[in-house]
């Protein structure tokens, strides 16, 4: 059974830093794509930036790219979720999951991903 355990969530001031991580069990790791979705009170899970199987390409929402970068470690079987610069609108529970992808693509649709962790939230306050 695929198991992902988020962490790295917390208060932070606007203009400041978290790193998110989501470790995985239960499945092989090399076999999924990996991506963040966020979702705040009142709103629907929204894709915020996933990684390819390969570890090679990448791929982000329009609101947090050039502050946020995903990366993956086979070794560890983890996906972290760097982001700096956060907003106020940042505020959210953050999901990590996997995808039965091709080996390039980074799917971004909800729909695309079969496993999900119970969520880490992040609030920013400005």
């Known amino acids: 059974q695929v198991q992902l355990v988020e962490s790295g969530g917390g208060l932070v001031q606007a203009g400041g830093s978290l790193r998110l991580s989501c470790a995985a069990s239960?499945?092989?790791?090399?076999?999924?794509?990996m991506g963040w979705f966020r979702q705040a009170p009142g709103k629907e899970r929204d894709f915020v930036a996933s990684?390819?199987?390969?570890?090679?390409?990448?791929d982000y929402a329009v609101s947090v790219k050039g502050r946020f970068t995903i990366s993956r470690d086979s070794a560890k079987n983890t996906v972290d979720l760097q982001m700096n610069s956060l907003k106020p609108e940042d505020t959210a529970v953050y999901y990590c999951a996997t995808s039965i992808a091709g080996y390039n693509l980074t799917p971004v649709r909800v729909q695309d991903y079969e496993h999900w962790g119970q969520g880490t939230q992040v609030t920013v306050s400005s």
């Open positions: 239960g499945a092989i790791f090399s076999d999924n794509a």
């Open positions: 990684i390819s199987r390969s570890g090679v390409v990448t």
